[in-house]
């Protein structure tokens, strides 16, 4: 499996934009690259996932760099809710891969 | 909606028990998977469902553990005589096919004395 590195631990003020960095240099042409993240003593949840070209919804933006060794989770206004273990991982959607492989993530620390 | 619910919450069992967690996915979804999360680690895959059969079970650490899904909705991960190794907190997801984002539930926090 292609492998993620994230830092272990971020740091962000409320309502600020938070840049979570994601280096994946093994990546191959078909895999995408997709996010989640696990609150506190919750399951993980899904954020956000792409290909190439950047992505955004209600949660985040992904940005993708043009060679695709590198991506970038971005929460515009961090709130309180946002602190939680954020996961990169990369997927391979087609023939059997289909299982998620975590890694240890980014614990994301929001102050007031 | 509903979303993915797991039950017990929490449980306790002696050392070389046999303990059942189950899991109800949401409705309609066809994929159920499995996962092992120890204390300050990401979860591990341990087994994949679509449908009734487990096409995959390859993260299942040895034969104490087991699990079945007869009807195609709930599981059911069954673990024999239980280890101290094996305290952890165990979740289950769901999805509407095999590479659509996953649904998770909240686990079971399993804790062998």
């Known amino acids: 499996d292609a492998k993620t590195t994230q830092p272990n631990s971020m740091e962000s003020n409320e309502e600020e934009p938070v840049h979570l960095p994601c280096n994946h240099s093994t990546i191959s042409g078909t895999d995408y690259i997709h996010w989640y993240r696990q609150l506190p003593s919750q399951g993980p949840e899904y954020v956000i996932h792409g290909l190439t070209s950047n992505v955004n919804n209600r949660m985040a933006s992904l940005a993708i760099a043009e060679d695709r060794k590198s991506s970038t989770l971005i929460l515009h206004r961090a709130t309180l809710r946002d602190a939680a273990v954020y996961y990169c991982?990369?997927?391979?959607?087609?023939?059997?891969?289909?299982?998620?492989?975590f890694g240890k993530g980014t614990l994301l620390t929001v102050n007031p | 909606g509903a979303g993915v619910s797991q039950t017990p919450s929490n449980k306790v069992t002696e050392k070389g028990k046999y303990v059942e967690l189950r899991c109800d996915p949401i409705s309609g979804h066809t994929a159920l998977y499995w996962y092992r999360q120890s204390l300050g680690q990401g979860p591990e895959f341990l087994i994949y469902f679509q449908g009734t059969g487990a096409a995959d079970d390859s993260g299942l650490p040895n034969d104490r553990f087991f699990a079945v899904r007869p009807e195609g909705s709930v599981s059911t991960l069954k673990i024999q005589r239980t280890e101290r190794g094996d305290s952890a907190v165990y979740l289950c997801?769901?999805?509407?096919?095999?590479?659509?984002?996953?649904?998770f539930g909240p686990g079971t926090r399993l804790t062998v004395t």
């Open positions: 997801a769901s999805s509407t096919g095999r590479n659509y984002e996953q649904y």
């Open positions: 991982i990369l997927f391979y959607s087609g023939g059997s891969n289909y299982k998620l492989t």
